[in-house]
């Protein structure tokens, strides 16, 4: 068994294939990684961190590390701020809006839309989520090609991964951070995504 351990973080409506490669490349380079997935739309990110909490307690290794996807990035900042005892480890964001969603902004301002997003929006893709703790090194790695959400919302900063802009993943305390050419959704595919995360985690910085 390893001794370090890495929770990867996703949604649920991520199903295991959306996940299953990420998590292949994580355990070819040597990691045991354990999936964590929550609910988006009817939890906070606050109540998601309460669950990530006791998730994280099963895991029994000496080191943590964290790899998050989107939301899942502000759910592990709310972690971090909220319960501050943690194992040795550094975190990886794919893709999370640290400085809120302008496509989130817009959608909301419709009724469906807000429906769609639930309770994700409070302290979380609208903002107000605590400052990086700066106990951990932490990577963000944005993408940069233009396909998804975006091509329905007007307004949205590029470069962009279609979804959430680079500027938008920038966090105030992070370690490093790191474009690569994807999606939003194809991080969790794209083998450079998943080079970087691992270089990240054996380093503490990208390869540039």
């Known amino acids: 068994m390893s001794e370090e351990s890495i929770i990867l973080i996703h949604g649920i409506w991520m199903n295991g294939l959306d996940m299953s490669l990420l998590r292949m490349r994580l355990v070819a380079a040597g990691y045991e990684v354990h999936r ?3 609910h988006s739309v009817r939890s ?5 961190a309460l669950a990530l ?11 943590i590390h964290y790899v ?3 939301l899942g990035g502000l759910v592990v900042r709310h972690l971090f701020h909220n319960y501050p005892e943690r194992a040795p480890g550094r975190v990886i964001t794919l893709g999370t809006p640290h400085n809120a969603s302008s496509a989130v902004r817009v959608l909301t301002r419709l009724a469906p839309a807000r429906l769609l997003f639930g309770r994700s929006i409070h ?6 989520v605590p400052p990086w703790c700066g106990t951990h090194e932490i990577g963000v790695i944005a993408g940069t090609v ?18 959430v802009a680079v500027s938008e993943t920038m966090l105030a305390g992070m370690t490093d951070h790191v474009t690569v050419p994807t999606t939003h959704t194809g991080m969790l595919f794209s083998k450079a995504a998943a080079d970087q995360s691992i270089y990240f985690l054996r380093n503490g910085h990208f390869l540039k």
Do not use: A, M
């Open 68 to 70: 998050c996807h989107s």
């Open 123 to 128: 302290q979380g893709l609208l903002g107000i």
């Open 146 to 163: 233009r396909f998804g959400l975006g091509l329905l919302v007007s307004g949205i900063p590029e470069p962009n991964d279609g979804t």
């Open 53 to 63: 909490q006791t998730f994280s307690e099963t895991v029994k290794s000496p080191v």
């Open 36 to 38: 964590f997935s929550y």
């Open 44 to 48: 906070t990110p606050v109540e998601n």
